[in-house]
Every structure is written in C-alpha cells, then in structure tokens.
C-alpha cells in the first residue's frame, strides 16, 4: 500500500517562495525514485525536479534550475520542494510521484508509478 499527499500550495506574489511537501506512506527505506511534476492549463505534463532515494542523483528541469530544490527528510517519510523566485510560468498543478526500484532518477513520467492527489500553486 503506498500513499503519496501533497502540501504546501497557494497563491503568491512573483518573485515569492513555496515549500511543497510530500508525505509518503508504503515504501521508505526502498531503493527509488521519487519526484515533483506540474500540469499548467493547456499544457502537457512536465517533470520539475527528481531525486533518487539513496541520494544517487538528481535531476531538474531546466526552466526551475537555480531556483527549485528537491530533498527528502533523514527517514525518507517526507519529499519537499523549495521553490524560490517563483514567476507566472510556474503556476499548476503540481503532483507527487514514486517509482519502483530504480538506481538512477529521470524526469519521465513514465517511470512513476505511484501518484498524489496534487496541490496547486498559483503565481500572480
């Protein structure tokens, strides 16, 4: 059984910061990946940053480079997503993900499995 929800959106000012936060349930301790993704209206879903549960690696989209940061808590019960300098660009949906086992991280949708319900972030 695992459970990924959401925390952490609203509605900021540009140039204003968000902690998104992920609880997890179901699988700490496992060899994985874990992510953000976001879904703006009329747009495709994109990976925003990704993070490797052994600490193997991590990935981001170029666009949120240099001012998001992906991390996880010591017990792996918790994902965030630091997000600083926030623009209009970044307004969506945002969503949680996991995958099965995996060694190294990548900003496919694909390789994830397992999802939460989304929280929304609004930047205006």
């Known amino acids: 059984h695992v459970q990924l929800v959401e925390s952490g959106g609203g509605l900021v000012q540009p140039g204003e910061s968000l902690r998104l936060s992920c609880a997890v349930s179901?699988?700490?301790?496992?060899?994985?990946?874990m992510g953000w993704f976001r879904q703006a209206p009329g747009k495709e879903r994109e990976g925003v940053a990704v993070?490797?549960?052994?600490?193997?690696?991590?990935a981001y989209a170029d666009s949120v480079k240099g001012r998001f940061t992906i991390s996880q808590d010591d017990a792996k019960s918790t994902l965030y997503l630091q997000m600083n300098s926030l623009n209009l660009e970044d307004t969506a949906m945002y969503y949680c993900?996991?995958?099965?086992?995996?060694?190294?991280?990548?900003?496919?949708?694909?390789?994830?499995?397992?999802w939460g319900q989304g929280t929304q972030v609004t930047v205006s």
């Open positions: 179901g699988l700490t301790k496992t060899t994985r990946c």
């Open positions: 993900a996991a995958s099965g086992w995996r060694t190294w991280c990548q900003l496919l949708g694909s390789d994830y499995g397992f």
């Open positions: 993070l490797q549960t052994t600490g193997r690696n991590t």
